[in-house]
Protein backbone atom coordinates (compact mmCIF):
# COMPACT_ATOMS: atom_id res chain seq x y z
CA UNK A 1 0.00 0.00 0.00
CA UNK A 2 1.05 3.43 -0.78
CA UNK A 3 2.18 5.48 2.68
CA UNK A 4 4.01 8.48 4.04
CA UNK A 5 5.68 8.29 7.19
CA UNK A 6 6.91 10.41 9.60
CA UNK A 7 7.99 10.63 13.28
CA UNK A 8 4.48 10.33 15.11
CA UNK A 9 6.93 10.83 18.47
CA UNK A 10 7.32 14.32 19.18
CA UNK A 11 10.99 15.73 19.05
CA UNK A 12 12.05 17.50 21.74
CA UNK A 13 15.79 19.47 21.62
CA UNK A 14 17.33 21.95 23.21
CA UNK A 15 18.09 25.51 21.71
CA UNK A 16 20.88 25.75 19.39
CA UNK A 17 21.23 22.65 18.30
CA UNK A 18 20.21 21.19 14.78
CA UNK A 19 16.66 19.47 14.36
CA UNK A 20 16.53 16.20 11.87
CA UNK A 21 12.99 15.35 10.88
CA UNK A 22 12.22 12.15 8.75
CA UNK A 23 9.80 11.53 6.02
CA UNK A 24 9.91 8.16 4.30
CA UNK A 25 7.50 7.15 1.28
CA UNK A 26 7.12 3.20 0.05
CA UNK A 27 4.95 2.41 -3.38
CA UNK A 28 5.26 6.53 -4.47
CA UNK A 29 7.40 8.23 -7.49
CA UNK A 30 7.42 11.61 -6.57
CA UNK A 31 8.78 13.87 -9.15
CA UNK A 32 8.67 16.81 -5.99
CA UNK A 33 8.46 16.69 -2.20
CA UNK A 34 7.34 20.00 -0.09
CA UNK A 35 7.59 20.52 3.87
CA UNK A 36 5.13 22.50 5.49
CA UNK A 37 4.98 24.18 9.16
CA UNK A 38 1.56 24.18 10.83
CA UNK A 39 0.58 25.57 14.22
CA UNK A 40 -1.75 24.90 16.23
CA UNK A 41 -5.19 26.41 15.24
CA UNK A 42 -3.76 27.66 12.01
CA UNK A 43 -3.76 25.79 8.17
CA UNK A 44 -0.13 24.94 7.22
CA UNK A 45 2.32 27.01 5.90
CA UNK A 46 4.48 26.43 3.14
CA UNK A 47 8.39 26.22 3.76
CA UNK A 48 10.54 24.23 0.87
CA UNK A 49 9.88 22.25 -2.32
CA UNK A 50 12.83 20.00 -3.83
CA UNK A 51 12.45 18.21 -6.61
CA UNK A 52 13.78 14.30 -7.30
CA UNK A 53 16.42 15.37 -9.50
CA UNK A 54 18.13 17.97 -6.40
CA UNK A 55 19.84 16.01 -3.71
CA UNK A 56 19.53 19.59 -1.52
CA UNK A 57 17.87 22.52 -1.07
CA UNK A 58 18.52 25.48 1.56
CA UNK A 59 16.74 28.20 2.90
CA UNK A 60 18.15 29.84 6.06
CA UNK A 61 18.35 27.82 8.38
CA UNK A 62 16.74 24.71 6.96
CA UNK A 63 17.76 22.56 4.80
CA UNK A 64 15.81 19.59 3.12
CA UNK A 65 17.35 16.57 1.74
CA UNK A 66 15.88 14.40 -1.21
CA UNK A 67 16.66 10.44 -1.58
CA UNK A 68 14.80 8.75 -4.08
CA UNK A 69 16.73 5.69 -3.64
CA UNK A 70 15.89 5.24 -0.11
CA UNK A 71 12.70 6.84 -0.81
CA UNK A 72 13.02 9.84 2.00
CA UNK A 73 13.56 13.22 3.00
CA UNK A 74 15.04 14.88 5.78
CA UNK A 75 14.81 18.25 7.10
CA UNK A 76 17.13 20.08 9.21
CA UNK A 77 16.83 23.20 11.28
CA UNK A 78 20.05 24.45 12.41
CA UNK A 79 20.58 26.77 15.40
CA UNK A 80 17.41 25.66 16.49
CA UNK A 81 14.93 28.20 18.51
CA UNK A 82 11.96 27.97 20.55
CA UNK A 83 9.56 29.66 17.88
CA UNK A 84 10.91 27.22 15.72
CA UNK A 85 8.85 24.81 17.90
CA UNK A 86 5.29 23.13 15.78
CA UNK A 87 4.62 20.65 13.54
CA UNK A 88 5.93 19.92 10.26
CA UNK A 89 4.47 18.37 7.67
CA UNK A 90 5.79 16.43 4.40
CA UNK A 91 3.77 16.55 1.19
CA UNK A 92 4.42 14.58 -1.28
CA UNK A 93 2.82 14.82 -5.35
CA UNK A 94 1.52 11.11 -5.65
CA UNK A 95 1.45 11.33 -9.56
CA UNK A 96 4.71 12.37 -10.09
CA UNK A 97 4.17 15.64 -11.69
CA UNK A 98 1.48 14.85 -13.48
CA UNK A 99 -0.99 17.22 -11.26
CA UNK A 100 -0.62 19.41 -8.37
CA UNK A 101 -2.58 17.13 -5.70
CA UNK A 102 -0.34 16.54 -2.66
CA UNK A 103 -0.44 13.79 -0.67
CA UNK A 104 0.52 14.81 3.19
CA UNK A 105 2.13 13.35 5.74
CA UNK A 106 0.65 12.83 9.68
CA UNK A 107 3.23 15.27 10.29
CA UNK A 108 6.19 15.76 13.57
CA UNK A 109 6.05 17.65 16.54
CA UNK A 110 8.82 19.54 17.37
CA UNK A 111 9.50 21.19 20.62
CA UNK A 112 12.48 23.36 20.79
CA UNK A 113 13.67 24.25 24.76
CA UNK A 114 14.88 27.30 25.62
CA UNK B 1 -3.18 41.27 -0.03
CA UNK B 2 -6.06 38.72 1.39
CA UNK B 3 -5.23 35.20 1.92
CA UNK B 4 -7.26 32.58 1.85
CA UNK B 5 -10.56 33.02 4.08
CA UNK B 6 -13.13 30.21 5.13
CA UNK B 7 -16.19 30.53 7.02
CA UNK B 8 -17.59 29.72 9.53
CA UNK B 9 -14.24 29.48 11.77
CA UNK B 10 -16.40 27.36 14.26
CA UNK B 11 -19.35 25.29 13.35
CA UNK B 12 -21.56 22.61 16.29
CA UNK B 13 -24.40 20.68 14.45
CA UNK B 14 -26.69 17.66 15.13
CA UNK B 15 -26.01 14.41 13.76
CA UNK B 16 -28.29 13.92 10.73
CA UNK B 17 -27.95 17.69 9.64
CA UNK B 18 -26.48 19.51 6.72
CA UNK B 19 -23.59 21.36 6.70
CA UNK B 20 -21.93 23.60 4.49
CA UNK B 21 -18.26 25.13 4.58
CA UNK B 22 -17.28 28.39 2.76
CA UNK B 23 -13.84 28.78 1.04
CA UNK B 24 -12.44 32.15 -0.35
CA UNK B 25 -9.09 31.51 -2.45
CA UNK B 26 -7.01 34.00 -2.69
CA UNK B 27 -7.47 36.32 -5.53
CA UNK B 28 -6.26 35.03 -9.54
CA UNK B 29 -5.16 31.20 -7.95
CA UNK B 30 -6.85 28.83 -10.43
CA UNK B 31 -6.39 25.81 -7.84
CA UNK B 32 -8.18 25.24 -4.98
CA UNK B 33 -8.23 22.07 -2.53
CA UNK B 34 -10.38 20.76 0.34
CA UNK B 35 -8.35 18.73 3.12
CA UNK B 36 -9.50 17.13 6.20
CA UNK B 37 -7.68 17.07 9.50
CA UNK B 38 -8.86 14.96 12.23
CA UNK B 39 -7.36 15.14 16.00
CA UNK B 40 -3.49 14.40 15.71
CA UNK B 41 -3.65 13.47 12.20
CA UNK B 42 -2.48 14.65 8.92
CA UNK B 43 -4.39 16.31 6.19
CA UNK B 44 -6.30 14.19 4.33
CA UNK B 45 -6.98 15.20 0.69
CA UNK B 46 -10.94 15.39 -0.14
CA UNK B 47 -11.41 16.96 -3.33
CA UNK B 48 -9.08 19.08 -5.79
CA UNK B 49 -10.26 22.10 -8.33
CA UNK B 50 -8.57 23.02 -11.26
CA UNK B 51 -9.35 26.10 -13.56
CA UNK B 52 -12.29 24.56 -15.69
CA UNK B 53 -10.98 21.04 -15.37
CA UNK B 54 -13.37 18.20 -13.91
CA UNK B 55 -11.96 18.02 -10.13
CA UNK B 56 -10.66 15.39 -9.25
CA UNK B 57 -12.63 14.05 -6.40
CA UNK B 58 -10.77 11.08 -5.65
CA UNK B 59 -10.56 11.72 -1.64
CA UNK B 60 -14.22 12.40 -0.66
CA UNK B 61 -14.84 9.57 1.47
CA UNK B 62 -18.64 8.44 0.52
CA UNK B 63 -21.36 9.99 -1.48
CA UNK B 64 -22.56 12.57 1.23
CA UNK B 65 -19.93 15.22 0.81
CA UNK B 66 -19.78 17.42 -2.33
CA UNK B 67 -18.18 20.26 -3.42
CA UNK B 68 -18.44 22.85 -6.10
CA UNK B 69 -16.69 25.96 -7.16
CA UNK B 70 -18.60 28.56 -8.79
CA UNK B 71 -17.06 31.05 -11.01
CA UNK B 72 -13.43 29.32 -10.32
CA UNK B 73 -13.19 31.69 -7.71
CA UNK B 74 -15.49 30.63 -4.27
CA UNK B 75 -16.19 26.58 -2.91
CA UNK B 76 -18.29 25.56 -0.70
CA UNK B 77 -17.95 21.55 0.64
CA UNK B 78 -21.47 20.10 1.65
CA UNK B 79 -21.59 17.25 3.82
CA UNK B 80 -24.94 15.69 3.97
CA UNK B 81 -26.56 14.04 6.89
CA UNK B 82 -23.65 14.52 9.06
CA UNK B 83 -21.94 11.85 11.50
CA UNK B 84 -20.18 12.32 14.39
CA UNK B 85 -17.23 10.91 12.55
CA UNK B 86 -17.17 13.80 10.40
CA UNK B 87 -16.05 15.75 13.08
CA UNK B 88 -12.53 16.99 12.07
CA UNK B 89 -10.85 20.21 11.24
CA UNK B 90 -11.77 21.25 7.21
CA UNK B 91 -8.57 22.77 5.44
CA UNK B 92 -8.92 24.58 2.88
CA UNK B 93 -5.89 25.64 -0.18
CA UNK B 94 -5.09 27.25 -3.30
CA UNK B 95 -2.54 27.66 -5.61
CA UNK B 96 -1.64 30.11 -8.34
CA UNK B 97 -1.80 27.82 -11.57
CA UNK B 98 -1.74 24.41 -10.56
CA UNK B 99 1.46 23.13 -12.84
CA UNK B 100 2.03 19.66 -12.26
CA UNK B 101 4.89 19.59 -9.90
CA UNK B 102 5.73 23.17 -8.34
CA UNK B 103 3.27 25.35 -6.66
CA UNK B 104 2.99 26.47 -3.17
CA UNK B 105 -0.25 25.56 -1.91
CA UNK B 106 -1.89 28.46 0.72
CA UNK B 107 -3.87 27.35 3.48
CA UNK B 108 -7.21 29.17 4.94
CA UNK B 109 -7.31 28.83 8.93
CA UNK B 110 -9.87 25.58 8.83
CA UNK B 111 -13.52 25.90 9.46
CA UNK B 112 -14.05 23.11 13.00
CA UNK B 113 -16.30 20.73 12.56
CA UNK B 114 -18.52 18.99 15.62
CA UNK B 115 -21.11 16.51 14.63
CA UNK B 116 -22.81 16.39 18.29
Known amino acids: SQKIEQNSEALNIQEGKTATLTCNYTNYSPAYLQWYRQDPGRGPVFLLL?????KEKRKERLKVTFDTTLKQSLFHITASQPADSATYLC?????????????FGTGTLLAVQP | GAGVSQSPSNKVTEKGKDVELRCDPI?????LYWYRQSLGQGLEFLIYFQGNSAPDKSGLPSDRFSAERTGGSVSTLTIQRTQQEDSAVYLC??????????????FGPGTRLTVL
Open chain 1, 50 to 54: IRENE
Open chain 2, 27 to 31: SGHTA
Open chain 2, 93 to 106: ASSLEGRGGTDTQY
Open chain 1, 91 to 103: ALDPYGGATNKLI
